[in-house]
Nanobody, 114 residues
Framework: QVQLVESGGGLVQAGGSLRLSCTAS????????MDWFRQAPGKEREFVAA????????YYADYAKGRFTISRDNAKNTVYLQMNSLKPEDTAVYYC???????WGQGTQVTVSS
């Protein structure tokens, strides 16, 4: 079993920044690639960013490139999502995921006001 707990969401004005965290327990965190997804009201869950085991490779959705940064600290079993220049369309619940598994966190709400 593995547990994922996200934190760091909140309400921010357009142009602002937030840093999301996802802490894992129960398995060897460093053995997994990690993903961030998001789901806006009435929309399907969509990919945001991914990071490989060591943190040396990252991948982003087009809308996230240049604004979001994914990183990880294997010593802390934590993956981060730094989000800058936030837009109202970034409003969603953000989830972390152990890549290609059914392990998801409970999500953290990000709301960007215009």
């Amino acid at each position: 079993q593995v547990q994922l707990v996200e934190s760091g969401g909140g309400l921010v004005q357009a142009g602002g920044s937030l840093r999301l965290s996802c802490t894992a327990s129960g398995r060897t965190f460093s053995s997994y690639n990690m993903d961030w997804f998001r789901q806006a009201p009435g929309k399907e869950r969509e990919f945001v960013a991914a990071i490989n085991l060591s943190g040396g490779r990252t991948y982003y959705a087009d809308y996230a490139k240049g604004r979001f940064t994914i990183s990880r600290d294997n010593a802390k079993n934590t993956v981060y999502l730094q989000m800058n220049s936030l837009k109202p369309e970034d409003t969603a619940v953000y989830y972390c995921n152990l890549h290609n598994t059914d392990y998801w966190g409970q999500g953290t709400q990000v709301t960007v006001s215009s």
